[in-house]
Nanobody, 124 residues
Framework: QLQLVESGGGLVQPGGSLRLSCAAS????????IGWFRQVPGKEREGVSC????????IYADSVKGRFTISRDNARNTVVLQMHSLKPEDTAVYYC?????????????????WGNGTLVTVSS
């Protein structure tokens, strides 16, 4: 059983930056592909970025390409989502999730474990 805890959310002005962290425990972290998702009230949860367990390959939603960077530190059981040039439309609850699939994916239904989320608010 893998436990995931997100941190780093908060209030930031448009154009600002935030660094979200996902800390994992309870199982062998290296085996898991980790993804970041976000959700706003009344909308479906959407994939933001993902990093695979095997090759460390990454994928990004078109809406965040060039602004967000995902990385993982297997020694520290942590995945980081660095977010720059934030926009009001990035406001959401951000979740990290894990799957045993060896390839990066942004389909929520393929994730096996979820954190409780951290709120990101981009507003002036």
């Amino acid at each position: 059983q893998l436990q995931l805890v997100e941190s780093g959310g908060g209030l930031v002005q448009p154009g600002g930056s935030l660094r979200l962290s996902c800390a994992a425990s309870g199982s062998t972290f290296d085996y898991y592909t980790i993804g970041w998702f976000r959700q706003v009230p009344g909308k479906e949860r959407e994939g933001v970025s993902c990093i695979s367990s095997s090759s460390g390959s990454t994928i990004y939603a078109d809406s965040v390409k060039g602004r967000f960077t995902i990385s993982r530190d297997n020694a520290r059981n942590t995945v980081v989502l660095q977010m720059h040039s934030l926009k009001p439309e990035d406001t959401a609850v951000y979740y990290c999730a894990a799957t045993t699939l060896g390839v990066a994916t942004m389909y929520p239904a393929l994730m096996d474990y979820w954190g409780n989320g951290t709120l990101v608010t981009v507003s002036s």
